[in-house]
């Protein structure tokens, strides 16, 4: 598996024709180089001699040929290919230490996400739980301010998907659009303490809407609790972002996912969009999206939404055909129209 790095938008078709740029998605005001806690996700583990065995059972990402000094998305699905859970990835393995998994979820789905996979360990010899670590976003709007962080953080990764390990925790280049980057920082309270000493006046406290909004414009799917076994991967675009692999070996839905990428025509797909309004994003995770040619039934649903300026930045899934003509509207027939944005990759045609 070679190293990642999303495409740039600007050097791929936009798969709908004639949206407008994806920037006004991510943009935030505010301090330049800050950091949010991310408390909607929440950090769990896997240790154990069977540890990689066991989640290359389970999971649409081959993790067994995952490098040490990488991360990557990952979907756990039903036996009808529909995913309970999309989260990031990486492994751990200190020197004479049994095999160690980590990965984010969100944690709306976590405690239900661990006794499920529980359930199938069976005789493996690996252990599942949370663990005290927390999730923190930190975003630098340049190059400039990213250059200040590593001089108090140390060498931090530039590439997406790319991760080290410092005294000050785990860092994993986060994908993101036009100048600015982005980490996930899981660290512990100490280690959270300790930086943010280090860096006081310097590091900012950021709004967790903005980093949502990132990942809305990065394209990337987080699966919640609202949205449970909704989607096939495809569906939210998981194999787009390497999400899936195609060549691994068995795992729950596997044989449904296969189908649908080898055999079949996808007519639905992830994208993303502003609404205009005063809107709640208070239990719209999951709500229907409408189309205007479809009569009021339902084209689609909501699968992210953080606030924007005036309004909320999406993630939906809808049919292609919804997306090419007509307009959609949020959660009722008459509800605000959402505008389309180009996500950072093309559609395979």
Same mark, same amino acid.
């Given at each position: 598996m070679t190293e990642s790095v999303l495409p740039n938008p600007a050097e791929h078709p936009v798969p709908v024709a004639g949206v407008p740029p994806i920037a006004a998605i991510e943009a935030w005001s505010g301090p330049s180089l800050h950091v949010a806690a991310l408390d909607h996700l929440q950090v769990f583990d896997a240790t154990g001699a069977d540890t990689w065995t066991f989640l290359q059972s389970q999971l649409t990402q081959d993790v067994a040929k995952l490098p040490a000094d990488q991360a990557r998305l990952a979907g756990y699905c039903t036996a009808k290919g529909r995913l309970l859970a999309s989260f990031v990835v990486w492994s751990e393995q200190p020197a004479g230490e049994a095999p160690r998994a980590l990965a984010l979820v969100d944690a709306s789905l976590s405690a239900g996400l661990l006794k499920r996979l529980s359930m199938f360990v069976l005789r493996a010899k690996v252990k599942l739980g949370v663990t005290p670590l927390a999730a923190y976003g930190v975003q630098a709007r340049v190059a400039a301010d990213a250059a200040v962080l590593v001089g108090i953080a140390g060498e931090l990764p530039s590439k997406p998907w790319a991760r080290v390990e410092l005294p000050s925790g785990t860092w994993i280049a986060a994908p993101s659009q036009g100048d600015s980057q982005r980490w996930w920082?899981?660290?512990? *309270?100490?280690?959270?303490?300790?930086?943010? $000493?280090?860096?006081?006046?310097?590091?900012?406290?950021?709004?967790?809407?903005?980093?949502?909004?990132?990942?809305?414009? *990065?394209?990337?799917?987080?699966?919640?609790? $609202?949205?449970?076994?909704?989607?096939?991967?495809?569906?939210v675009n998981l194999e787009l972002v390497e999400g899936v692999s195609f060549t691994k070996g068995c795992y729950p839905g596997q044989e449904i996912v296969a189908r649908s990428h080898y055999l079949g025509k996808l007519k639905r797909r992830m994208f993303a969009g502003i609404a205009h309004g005063a809107i709640d994003t208070a239990g719209l995770v999951g709500a229907d999206v409408f189309h205007s040619e479809r009569d009021n039934e339902p084209s689609g649903r909501v699968v992210n939404a953080a606030q924007a300026e005036g309004g909320v930045a999406l993630l939906l899934e809808s049919t292609l055909a919804s997306a090419q003509s007509g307009s959609l509207s949020l959660a009722a027939p008459d509800g605000a129209k959402i505008e389309l944005r180009a996500l950072p990759y093309a559609f395979p045609g």
């Amino acid at each position: 598996m070679t190293e990642s790095v999303l495409p740039n938008p600007a050097e791929h078709p936009v798969p709908v024709a004639g949206v407008p740029p994806i920037a006004a998605i991510e943009a935030w005001s505010g301090p330049s180089l800050h950091v949010a806690a991310l408390d909607h996700l929440q950090v769990f583990d896997a240790t154990g001699a069977d540890t990689w065995t066991f989640l290359q059972s389970q999971l649409t990402q081959d993790v067994a040929k995952l490098p040490a000094d990488q991360a990557r998305l990952a979907g756990y699905c039903t036996a009808k290919g529909r995913l309970l859970a999309s989260f990031v990835v990486w492994s751990e393995q200190p020197a004479g230490e049994a095999p160690r998994a980590l990965a984010l979820v969100d944690a709306s789905l976590s405690a239900g996400l661990l006794k499920r996979l529980s359930m199938f360990v069976l005789r493996a010899k690996v252990k599942l739980g949370v663990t005290p670590l927390a999730a923190y976003g930190v975003q630098a709007r340049v190059a400039a301010d990213a250059a200040v962080l590593v001089g108090i953080a140390g060498e931090l990764p530039s590439k997406p998907w790319a991760r080290v390990e410092l005294p000050s925790g785990t860092w994993i280049a986060a994908p993101s659009q036009g100048d600015s980057q982005r980490w996930w920082w899981i660290a512990s *309270a100490e280690q959270h303490a300790e930086l943010l $000493a280090k860096a006081r006046g310097v590091l900012e406290p950021g709004d967790v809407q903005a980093w949502r909004r990132a990942d809305i414009a *990065a394209g990337l799917p987080w699966i919640e609790a $609202a949205t449970q076994d909704m989607f096939v991967p495809q569906s939210v675009n998981l194999e787009l972002v390497e999400g899936v692999s195609f060549t691994k070996g068995c795992y729950p839905g596997q044989e449904i996912v296969a189908r649908s990428h080898y055999l079949g025509k996808l007519k639905r797909r992830m994208f993303a969009g502003i609404a205009h309004g005063a809107i709640d994003t208070a239990g719209l995770v999951g709500a229907d999206v409408f189309h205007s040619e479809r009569d009021n039934e339902p084209s689609g649903r909501v699968v992210n939404a953080a606030q924007a300026e005036g309004g909320v930045a999406l993630l939906l899934e809808s049919t292609l055909a919804s997306a090419q003509s007509g307009s959609l509207s949020l959660a009722a027939p008459d509800g605000a129209k959402i505008e389309l944005r180009a996500l950072p990759y093309a559609f395979p045609g």
